[in-house]
């Protein structure tokens, strides 16, 4: 019921800005979160960020803290992954995900269940 439409992804060079986009829609648009994932070449899938919904807190990766910022459009349902100074290392096809704010091990996380929805993603390419 819930559809997800990532955006925003291209080639570019180290350190130029890129803001990708999670466009929700469908007849249910109820849900708690959203988080982003990348999965670079030849690598398993790493969460990236998470935004809680309902709180706007957010969450992010240790490789991409102090950089990236996630952020919430009510009025256009849309969540935001802005990506400033961009890395060869941050490579990879960017997903967002439905999720559940989820509080464990003293953490902050997006907790993917099996009935989330996911979107079908982005390229980031950063290459010099």
């Known amino acids: 019921q819930v559809q997800l439409v990532e955006s925003g992804g291209g080639l570019v060079q180290p350190g130029t800005t890129l803001r990708l986009s999670c466009a929700a829609s469908g007849l249910a648009v109820d849900y708690d979160a959203i988080g982003w994932f990348r999965q670079a070449p030849g690598k398993e899938r790493e969460a990236v960020a998470c935004i809680s919904l309902r709180y706007g807190s957010t969450t992010y990766s240790d490789s991409v803290r102090g950089r990236f910022a996630v952020v919430k459009d009510n009025r256009e349902n849309t969540v935001y992954l802005q990506m400033p100074s961009l890395l060869p290392d941050d490579t990879g096809i960017y997903y967002c995900?439905?999720?559940?704010?989820?509080?464990?091990?003293?953490?902050?996380?997006?907790?993917?269940?099996?009935?989330?929805?996911w979107g079908q993603g982005t390229q980031v390419t950063v290459s010099s």
């Open positions: 995900a439905t999720a559940m704010w989820t509080y464990k091990r003293s953490m902050y996380y997006c907790d993917v269940r099996t009935t989330d929805v």
